[in-house]
């Protein structure tokens, strides 16, 4: 990656994170820690893996993208607005009356490929996806971003097997693995632990970056997938309410939102105004 690649990611990161706090202000609305988590992530998957089209939406060889954690769906709405899926003054709606943006991630916006809420749900959808694209002889790729809550699901262990039974190398599992959940530190909760390697056991291809550094995760992504004949799966150790002081790694951020004081103080923090 070169030095204006890495630039403009880092940019972006930082507008995403600014519409978000936007957002969940006027909106009066939580989860803005889960999002400030993946700013790093998305803005890679957009700008430098995903094959997608702003202008066609439903561009029948796109990549296919899976938010499993649907609560933070205001950070993939900013970075699809940045990008032109649809007008950024449809941020001004989020979480309100008549707005176009759900609190959870909808498909009803373009470029969201499915609707998602209780954790569990997307890695099982993304599964589906990735073997009827192979049964029909497709190549576009399967991408799913899951939250460590999303991992203590059976139902997301059950997608797990079933991937690589049948050798679903089309697929890629990331993990903003934040380790806050809504009820405390992951650790306490459900320790996830050691998660490489029982991914390895499970007989996926697994990688482990810092969620932040792009030019890292733009490094483990570049070849999909990891190994052939098995999904890949990307650890991203991320940070709950990234960039923001006060809620760096707290539980309050997974549900509360800024008032006016602290927006202006978290808006400079990111490098807002």
């Not at 296919?64 to 769906?73: D, N, Q």
């Not at 799913?144 to 997608?159: I, P």
Request: proline share 3%; aromatic share 8%; charged share 25%.
């Amino acid at each position: 990656m070169d030095e204006q690649a890495r630039t403009e990611i880092a940019a972006l990161a930082k507008r995403v994170r600014e519409h978000c706090l936007r957002m969940t202000h006027r909106g009066r609305s939580g989860h803005v820690g889960s999002m400030l988590s993946m700013a790093e992530i998305l803005s890679v998957l957009y700008t430098r893996v995903l094959r997608v089209d702003p202008k066609k939406p439903e561009w029948i060889d796109r990549d296919r993208f899976v938010l499993s954690k649907g609560h933070g769906g205001g950070a993939v709405y900013a970075v699809l607005g940045e990008l032109g899926f649809f007008p950024m003054d449809w941020f001004e709606g989020y979480y309100r009356d008549a707005g176009k943006l759900m609190g959870h991630i909808s498909h009803y916006v373009p470029g969201v490929e499915f609707s998602t809420g209780s954790l569990g749900h997307g890695l099982p959808v993304a599964v589906g996806m990735a073997l009827a694209a192979r049964n029909a002889g497709k190549t576009h790729r399967i991408v799913c971003l899951v939250s460590d809550g999303d991992c203590d699901e059976g139902s997301t262990w059950e997608a797990i097997l079933f991937a690589a039974q049948h050798k679903l190398d089309n697929l890629t599992v990331i993990v903003d693995y934040n380790k806050v959940q809504a009820l405390g530190h992951s650790a306490d909760v459900l320790d996830l632990e050691p998660l490489a390697r029982k991914l390895t056991d499970f007989r996926w291809s697994a990688k482990e970056v810092d969620g932040h550094d792009v030019e890292a995760i733009d490094e483990a992504l570049r070849v999909l997938p990891f190994d052939a004949g098995k999904p890949s799966w990307l650890i991203c150790h991320t940070v709950k309410g990234k960039g923001v002081s006060w809620m760096e790694d707290t539980v309050a951020c997974h549900y509360g939102s800024v008032d006016d004081e602290q927006l202006a103080r978290a808006l400079a923090e990111v490098g807002g105004h």
